[in-house]
């Protein structure tokens, strides 16, 4: 069965310090994805990245950085120079091919970055 | 990527009654979903809309409770039925955009609060 887990609940950083969010998930099949989001205090639901489970190449994206480490079974995010702005509640959610697209969320990790 | 507008934002809403929130997209497409979040929890799904068709809906969710409309393939419609204070969540409709992306990005709306007094 398809499962995520998100084991910190709370972060809580000065500005500008990094941090990283982890992610663990399980799934049997092979061809999957992988998904980060954020969810600031009003509610909305911010995409960040998506990736397939044959790219396991490390992504960069200004101060966002994420590890996928299929030997894990891990998919973690660092923030780096951590903003206040930064503040809110991070998802990792995963999709299977065979799923129809439907997201299988993780519990969440709520980051509070402290000025 | 693909716009989803959600109304309403926010509703108080007096238990036992029933609630529509609408989800229009920008683009035409082919997977909608909507999601609740209860208060400090994660997301669940609780149907697949089809256009066309009736929903799928998720182990835990029923139609009469959650009726779902999907008259076209820009916008879809859930009721909450007879609404409960445990009914009190975020309510999120999600689209699976394959055209503006690489493929199977699942983008989300902004929301829609109910809470039920």
């Known amino acids: 069965a398809q499962k995520v887990t998100q084991a910190q609940t709370e972060i809580s950083v000065v500005e500008k310090e990094d941090v990283t969010l982890d992610c663990v998930y399980e799934t049997r099949d092979t061809t999957y994805y992988l998904f980060w989001y954020k969810q600031p205090p009003s509610g909305e639901l911010v995409f960040l990245i998506r990736r397939n489970s044959f790219d396991e190449q490390n992504e960069i994206s200004g101060r966002y950085s994420w590890n996928f480490q299929k030997s894990t079974s891990s998919f973690n995010f660092t923030i780096t120079a951590s903003q206040v702005v930064d503040s809110a509640v991070y998802f990792c959610a995963l999709s299977e091919m065979d799923s129809s697209y439907k997201l299988i969320f993780g519990s969440g990790t709520r980051l509070l970055v402290r000025p | 990527s693909a716009v989803i507008s959600q109304k309403p934002s926010r509703d108080i809403c007096q238990r036992g009654t029933s609630l529509t929130i609408q989800c229009q997209v920008d683009s035409q497409v082919t997977m909608m979903f909507w999601y609740r979040q209860q208060p400090g929890q994660s997301l669940t799904l609780i149907a697949t809309a089809n256009q066309g068709s009736e929903a799928t809906y998720e182990s835990g969710f029923v139609i009469d409770k959650f009726p779902i409309s999907r008259p076209n393939l820009t916008f879809s419609t859930l009721t909450v039925s007879n609404m409960s204070p445990e009914d009190s969540s975020i309510y999120l409709c999600?689209?699976?955009?394959?055209?503006?992306?690489?493929?199977?990005?699942?983008?989300f709306g902004e929301g829609s609060w109910l809470t039920v007094v």
């Open positions: 999600s689209v699976e955009d394959s055209v503006a992306s690489s493929g199977n990005t699942i983008y």
